[in-house]
């Protein structure tokens, strides 16, 4: 089975700085992809960010930029430019290549979150 | 706009009573799933349905049952053998590998 941690409960940033939350998995699967999402004080859950576990170049999207390491099974966001609508729970997500496949069993295995506080 | 909803947004019940959770979606998904959201827990997957008439367990089924008529409906029922039904529920659809979420239902049992 697999298993996401997320090792930091809380972290807060000034305005316009960066800020870098961690993610690592656990798995034996060689082909997956990876996920952040955000839900901010709304609740909505937004996708952030997706990596594909084949291509070694880091997804970058906007302010949001991942630091993908295959071999140590860790997958960092980075936030440039940090806002105030930054301010969200930010979960780090797995999902085996094979599960969105249909017949398969399409399972997204969620961290227990980050919650970044963006202060002004 | 395409999308999806979840009615009502909070939801009360007394002990004892059993509940439905609504979900549609119009974006064309075959599939969707429910989630369950506790505070300082991440996602947790109840049930799945890949196609219409058909839905599997997820990670925490008991207590919970479903059903899928329609592709764009896929209501989740909370019965009173569900132990600590008071949490946020979370529908959400998919295309391929990427999920799309409802804004969710939170319930309270008292």
């Known amino acids: 089975a697999q298993t996401v941690t997320q090792s930091q409960p809380e972290m807060s940033v000034q305005e316009a700085e960066t800020v870098t939350l961690s993610c690592t998995y656990d798995?034996?699967?060689?082909?997956?992809?990876l996920f952040w999402y955000k839900q901010p004080p709304s609740r909505q859950m937004i996708l952030v960010i997706r990596q594909e576990a084949y291509k070694q170049q880091n997804a970058t999207e906007n302010r949001f930029s991942v630091n993908f390491q295959k071999a140590a099974k860790s997958f960092s966001l980075k936030i440039s430019d940090s806002q105030l609508g930054d301010t969200a729970m930010y979960f780090c997500a797995f999902m085996k290549h094979r599960d969105w496949y249909v017949g398969s069993n399409y399972k997204l295995t969620f961290g227990k979150g980050t919650l970044l506080t963006v202060n002004p | 706009d395409g999308g999806i909803t979840q009615s009502p947004k909070y939801l009360f019940r007394k002990e004892g009573q059993n509940v439905t959770l609504s979900c549609e979606q119009n974006?064309?998904?075959?599939?969707m799933y429910w989630y369950r959201q506790d505070p300082g827990q991440g996602l947790r997957l109840i049930y799945y349905s890949q196609i219409v008439n058909d839905f599997q367990k997820g990670d925490i089924a008991e207590g919970y049952s479903v059903s899928r008529e329609k592709k764009e409906s896929f209501p989740l029922t909370v019965t009173s053998a569900q132990k600590n039904p008071t949490a946020f529920y979370l529908c959400?659809?998919?295309?391929?590998?990427?999920?799309?979420f409802g804004p969710g239902t939170r319930l309270t049992v008292t």
């Open positions: 974006l064309n998904h075959d599939a």
């Open positions: 959400a659809s998919s295309y391929r590998y990427e999920q799309y």
């Open positions: 798995t034996s699967e060689n082909n997956y992809y």
